[in-house]
């Protein structure tokens, strides 16, 4: 099995920071491209950062300059830093990972349970 533990959601005022971290742990061979996607109510699931296992990453429009994601490959972790925060930044964040667990498997996406980020004075 191969589980996804978010940590770091909360509640912090416009203009604050906040940082996410996603541990994967299990059964895992290799982990491609790690990274976090957001739902707000009433709103579809949207890709807010990715980061490859060679290092390129790329973010959505809407938090360029502002969010910045991380990986420790060796730790199999991938941290959001999220500066500057809006209250339309406001959803619960998903960590997401391209996991093969093993030589043989083919690659499969994993999502973590959620966190909750509320941006509000």
């Known amino acids: 099995q191969v589980q996804l533990v978010e940590s770091g959601g909360g509640l912090v005022q416009p203009g604050g920071s906040l940082r996410l971290s996603c541990a994967a742990s299990?059964?895992?061979?290799?982990?491609?491209?790690m990274g976090w996607y957001r739902q707000a109510p009433g709103k579809q699931r949207e890709s807010v950062a990715t980061?490859?296992?060679?290092?390129?990453?790329n973010y959505a429009d809407s938090v360029k300059g502002r969010f910045t994601i991380s990986r420790d490959v060796a730790k199999n972790t991938v941290y959001l830093q999220m500066n500057s925060l809006k209250p339309e930044d406001t959803a619960v964040y998903y960590c997401?990972?391209?996991?093969?667990?093993?030589?043989?498997?083919?690659?499969?996406?994993?999502w973590g349970q959620g966190t909750q980020v509320t941006v509000s004075s």
């Open positions: 299990g059964s895992i061979f290799s982990i491609n491209a």
């Open positions: 980061a490859t296992s060679i290092g390129s990453t």
């Open positions: 997401t990972a391209l996991i093969r667990r093993t030589v043989i498997m083919a690659e499969g996406r994993y």
